[in-house]
T-cell receptor, first 111, second 113 residues
Framework: KAGVTQTPRYLIKTRGQQVTLSCSPISGHRSVSWYQQTPGQGLQFLFEYFSETQRNKGNFPGRFSGRQFSNSRSEMNVSTLELGDSALYLC??????????FGPGTRLTVT | AQSVTQLDSQVPVFEEAPVELRCNYSSSVSVYLFWYVQYPNQGLQLLLKYLSGSTLVKGINGFEAEFNKSQTSFHLRKPSVHISDTAEYFCAVSDLRAQKLVFGQGTRLTINP
C-alpha cells in the first residue's frame, strides 16, 4: 500500500496570505489528523477528521481550519498567515487500529 | 488530559553500545503508548506501540520498550546501536479513543563511531 502523501512538500508564503495544504491517507484509512511541528513548541495536535466530520480539535486559533472529503483526502487551511506559523505540518492517517501513520510533511515558511 | 516527558533532550552514545531513551507519561485514564522516529527532513515513522497485553513490546530496527504502569514509564531500548540510528525519537500517548496523540519534546540520539 502507498503511504500517506502530502502536497506540496515545501511552501513559502508572505505574512497575511492564506495557504492550503493537502493530505491523501493510506488507502482504506478513514481518520486523518494534522499536527504542527516547530522547534519551540514541538509536535502539537491541530485537528482530526473521520468520515468528513471533525471529531477532535487542538488549541489553535480559528485561522486554522480543515476539511475532509468523501474519499478521505483532507486539506488544512491557514488564513492571515503570521511569522509564527512557519512550521512543518504533518498529516497522519489511521484505520481500524490505534496507531497513526505519518506523511513526509509540508514545510511552510512565512516571510 | 495526558502529558509526556522525555527525560533527556540529547543522548550521545558510541556505535554498538546499548541505549535507553526515557519516557514518562501522565494520564487519569488508560492509554496507548507509542514511539516514533524522525530522520532529518522526514515525517514520523512508527517504531513500536503498546496497546494491551505483554508489557514488553518489540518494534522495528531492533528496538523494544517496556510499559511500566506503576511508574508510568515507557522507556525505549536497543542493545546495540548503529550509525543509522541517528535521529530524533518521540514518545507519544493517546487515550483509548486514539483520536489524538500527545508527544514528548523528543530525544536526539547521536551515534559516535
Amino acid at each position: 500500500k502507498a503511504g500517506v502523501t502530502q502536497t506540496p512538500r515545501y511552501l513559502i508564503k508572505t505574512r497575511g496570505q492564506q495557504v492550503t495544504l493537502s493530505c491523501s491517507p493510506i488507502s482504506g484509512h478513514r481518520s486523518v489528523s494534522w499536527y504542527q511541528q516547530t522547534p519551540g513548541q514541538g509536535l502539537q495536535f491541530l485537528f482530526e477528521y473521520f468520515s468528513e466530520t471533525q471529531r477532535n480539535k487542538g488549541n489553535f486559533p480559528g485561522r486554522f481550519s480543515g476539511r475532509q472529503f468523501s474519499n478521505s483526502r483532507s486539506e488544512m487551511n491557514v488564513s492571515t498567515l503570521e511569522l509564527g506559523d512557519s512550521a512543518l505540518y504533518l498529516c497522519a492517517s489511521s484505520g481500524e487500529g490505534a496507531e497513526q501513520y505519518f506523511g513526509p510533511g509540508t514545510r511552510l515558511t512565512v516571510t | 488530559a495526558q502529558s509526556v516527558t522525555q527525560l533527556d533532550s540529547q543522548v550521545p552514545v558510541f556505535e554498538e553500545a546499548p541505549v535507553e531513551l526515557r519516557c514518562n507519561y501522565s494520564s487519569s485514564v488508560s492509554v496507548y503508548l507509542f514511539w516514533y522516529v524522525q530522520y532529518p527532513n522526514q515525517g514520523l515513522q512508527l517504531l513500536l506501540k503498546y496497546l494491551s497485553g505483554s508489557t514488553l513490546v518489540k518494534g522495528i530496527n531492533g528496538f523494544e520498550a517496556e510499559f511500566n504502569k506503576s511508574q508510568t514509564s515507557f522507556h525505549l531500548r536497543k542493545p546495540s546501536v548503529h550509525i543509522s540510528d541517528t535521529a530524533e525519537y518521540f514518545c507519544a500517548v493517546s487515550d483509548l479513543r486514539a483520536q489524538k496523540l500527545v508527544f514528548g519534546q523528543g530525544t536526539r540520539l547521536t551515534i559516535n563511531p
